[in-house]
């Protein structure tokens, strides 16, 4: 049994299915243009007046299993140019996808990716190198404690380095502070990296990711930890301590990122423990990256209008709290319509059966009250003294 009952969520969590989503029931498709674009500046443009990168994921090409969403829908790829000024890679780059086999490599989603995101302008940030929960199955038989240091740097370099200096931020290692049965002492997850290598995954691969693209802002990429609960207490506590030990081994490391999955109608919110956070990692001469923002609506009422409200409520409240902060440099959304919504795939899906509305946009590709709660935190955010950029 966990110590922390909201661990045992997170596994189901993590355990998001692979499947692709398709176009909701009953809504436009990809021939209806988004309404009210011409309206509205989009949120890329009002976060760059701030010098604050705003931009989402989407999947890329996966033949068998789903929609190219950004390349394929017209109407989504619409939406996404408006609102967006980066592309994260949503599933493209985890280890599984783009080496299938120990000695087959995959890149076709990601470069068509990276293509679309520089014809469109956008940044392109990269999701993730290395996440211990999401391995391919041949892992196990390839890798042993003798030889992973060399397999893993090697990997990387092969993945970063393919597209090295293009890309403004990598997720170098996903997830890697738990909770519970699943965390070792230091707060490490448990898991094929942890097992073979202790701590020092972290170093090798954050070394290994400058190797190959020493102008990539590197992220260590964190879940759970916005809320004021014993579990993401203790997650707080131990994100600061590996990213403390990491910086005094004179590790690469420019940014903690922040999932930002909110959970409203559940877990408690207080402004001052976030904030207190966020300052301590902006001590550290870290930037703090808003990565995967989102809301798992699960425990909200059933009822649309209220809630809509809900989610909007959340992350209006979470955005009080982090967009005054100057360490905060990006916000990238998990997602943009309900049209494509991951959430449906994972552990995270309503009970009741009814859709989630996680997004900022409705299957239509409307602007939902969250949407608007965006808008408004960005209008009243403070500018940044200058954009994010690659590396010198
Ligand atoms: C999810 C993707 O959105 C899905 O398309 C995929 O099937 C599973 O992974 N935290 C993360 C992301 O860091 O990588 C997950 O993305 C969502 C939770």
Request: glycine letters at 8%; proline letters at 7%.
């Amino acid at each position: 049994m966990s110590r922390f009952p909201h661990a045992i969520g997170r596994r189901s969590f993590l355990a998001a299915s692979a499947a692709a989503v398709a176009i909701g029931p009953g809504c436009a498709g990809a021939d209806t243009p988004p309404p009210g674009l011409a309206t509205r500046p989009g949120l890329g443009a009002i976060a760059a007046s701030k010098n604050i990168l705003f931009g989402a994921c989407s999947r890329g090409l996966i033949p068998e299993n789903g929609p190219f969403r950004v390349g394929n829908d017209a109407a989504y790829s619409a939406l996404f140019q408006h609102e967006c000024r980066m592309l994260t890679t949503e599933y493209e780059v985890k280890m599984p996808n783009t080496r299938p086999r120990p000695d087959t490599w995959d890149f076709d989603a990601a470069d068509m990716l990276l293509d679309y995101a520089t014809k469109s302008g956008m940044a392109f940030r990269g999701h993730c190198l290395l996440w211990s929960s999401v391995m391919p199955k041949w892992f196990a038989q390839e890798v042993d404690a003798g030889n992973a240091e060399a397999f893993i740097t090697d990997h990387i370099h092969k993945v970063a380095g393919r597209y090295a200096g293009r890309v403004i931020s990598w997720d170098v290692v996903n997830e890697a502070i738990t909770d519970g049965d699943e965390a070792a002492e230091d707060g490490l997850r448990r898991g094929p990296l942890y097992d073979l290598m202790g701590p020092r995954y972290l170093d090798i691969a954050f070394k290994a990711a400058h190797e190959a693209d020493p102008k990539s802002l590197l992220c260590l990429n964190q879940d759970a930890v916005e809320y004021d609960v014993d579990s993401q207490d203790y997650r707080r506590e131990k994100t600061l301590g590996q990213l403390r030990r990491l910086l005094d081994a004179k590790v690469p490391i420019h940014a903690l990122g922040i999932q930002s999955h909110l959970e409203p109608g559940w877990l408690k919110f207080t402004p001052e423990v976030l904030s207190k956070f966020l300052d301590d990692v902006a001590a550290l001469g870290l930037k703090v990256f808003i990565t995967e923002l989102d809301v798992v609506d699960r425990r909200l009422p059933a009822d649309i209008p209220a809630r809509d409200q809900g989610a909007a409520a959340a992350v209006q409240e979470f955005l009080a709290v982090v967009l005054p902060h100057p360490a905060v440099a990006m916000i990238n959304s998990w997602g943009l319509s309900d049209r494509y919504n991951w959430i449906e795939d994972s552990g995270m899906r309503r009970k009741d059966g009814r859709r989630s509305r996680a997004q900022l946009f409705d299957d239509d590709l409307a602007p939902k009250p969250v949407y608007q709660a965006v808008v408004d935190a960005l209008n009243a955010a403070p500018a940044r003294s200058a954009p994010l950029t690659l590396l010198p």
